[in-house]
């Protein structure tokens, strides 16, 4: 798991030279940005209606205003960096390299970017951030989260607000994340790494990978929404014993589905010559039978209440039994099922190409 960053973190380079703070007045709602070529950017939200930029290791810093009105406090600031060698004054150019600090209003919108350095964000309004070699790690903002990174991991804990992050070789774990109006998604989508969700309560979330594993904690949001895929990763949902949702799951022949959940199966669409089975075996066993049919089961020795259970458009070769709460799937085609547990309050829609979903008592 990537660790949240609590306060400003600080780097294991060895800082020969700090340079003396650059100040500015601006409004609580200012917009702040920075570019550099590598180097590790902290910023931090404080209650002040200044910001402050600190630089090390032999670099000049200039905080410059883009906005009218040089009497009052600046709205649009834009932070310059270059090396002390240059024989041009800082310019917006991305070419120093420097670890720098940032503190901003508490109100503030942040949009920083190094090549190769860490980014670490913490209380501030909206955080749109970018690094191609570097982990970003963001905490109590408030209101917007865009985060992409090519070769590290993604944090996001404590926060609210549309979130939108993007990791192409490195794992991304959210932790208490809320929307901070009902329309607010979040969306998280990964090439090759995991995604690890824990409290969320988003009423429309959007998870992607290709090669990662997935796994999400906590409660489902009434009427929530979310869609799920993957193509050859696992999905764990850790639910709570009394949660409602819809299932519409598009599966292909490597792909299993395993419950603790009493699921009643509504409709089910198969396609290819050999379709398999789905049998639900009696408690406590929770394992996926085998991709060419089920293996033997012993009754239960207390007889179960029989699942209800409706099949809209019925296929001649599929076998459904219902003795019991756990339900394995295996086959050698495409297949498309919904189902639902209790009165179905939300809608998890996966696609799995190949994997298994779990939905878990939590």
């Known amino acids: 798991m990537v660790p949240a960053v609590t306060g400003l973190a600080q780097t294991g380079k060895a800082r020969t030279e700090q340079r003396p703070e650059e100040k500015m007045a601006a409004e609580s709602s200012a917009t702040v940005s920075l570019c550099i070529l590598s180097g ?8 002040r209606n200044e910001i402050t930029a600190q630089s090390y290791e032999g670099v000049r810093i200039e905080l410059k205003r883009s906005d009218a009105g040089a009497s009052k406090p600046a709205t649009k600031v834009q932070v310059l960096v270059s090396d002390d060698d240059d024989e041009v004054r800082p310019r917006s150019g991305c070419q120093a390299s420097s670890d720098i600090e940032l503190r901003v209003p508490r109100g503030a919108t942040v949009q920083v970017q190094t090549r190769d350095g860490s980014i670490n964000i913490s209380e501030v309004a909206a955080a749109y951030a970018g690094t191609q070699n570097g982990d970003i790690n963001v905490e109590r903002v408030s ?6 990174t090519i070769g590290g991991n993604i944090s996001v804990s404590n926060s609210a607000g549309r979130m939108d992050l993007n990791s192409v070789g490195g794992n991304i774990v959210i932790t208490n994340a809320r929307p901070a109006d009902p329309e607010d998604a979040l969306e998280a989508t990964s090439v090759s790494g995991d995604l690890e969700l824990e409290r969320v309560t988003h009423a429309q979330l959007s998870l992607r990978t290709v090669n990662g594993n997935m796994r999400m904690a906590g409660p489902l949001t009434s009427g929530g929404r979310y869609g799920i895929a993957t193509m050859s990763g696992d999905v764990t949902l850790a639910l709570p014993s009394d949660a409602s949702f819809q299932l519409h799951a598009k599966i292909s022949s490597a792909a299993d589905i395993i419950t603790d959940f009493p699921l009643t199966l509504q409709t089910e669409d198969i396609r290819g010559p050999e379709p398999g089975m789905i049998q639900t075996p009696p408690p406590p066993a929770t394992t996926a039978l085998p991709a060419k049919g089920p293996s033997p089961r012993t009754p239960p020795a207390t ?26 799937m295996g086959t050698h085609t495409l297949r498309r099922l919904n189902a639902v547990c209790g009165s ?18 939590d």
């Open 40 to 47: 590790t950017i902290n910023v931090q939200g404080w209650e």
């Open 143 to 148: 209101r917007i989260i865009e985060v992409g």
């Open 303 to 328: 007889p179960q209440p029989p699942q209800k259970v409706v099949t809209a458009k019925p296929a001649p070769k599929v076998k459904i039994k219902s003795e019991g709460k756990g339900l394995g």
């Open 344 to 361: 179905g309050d939300a809608l998890i829609s996966l696609a799995s190409f190949s994997g298994t979903l779990h939905l878990q008592k």
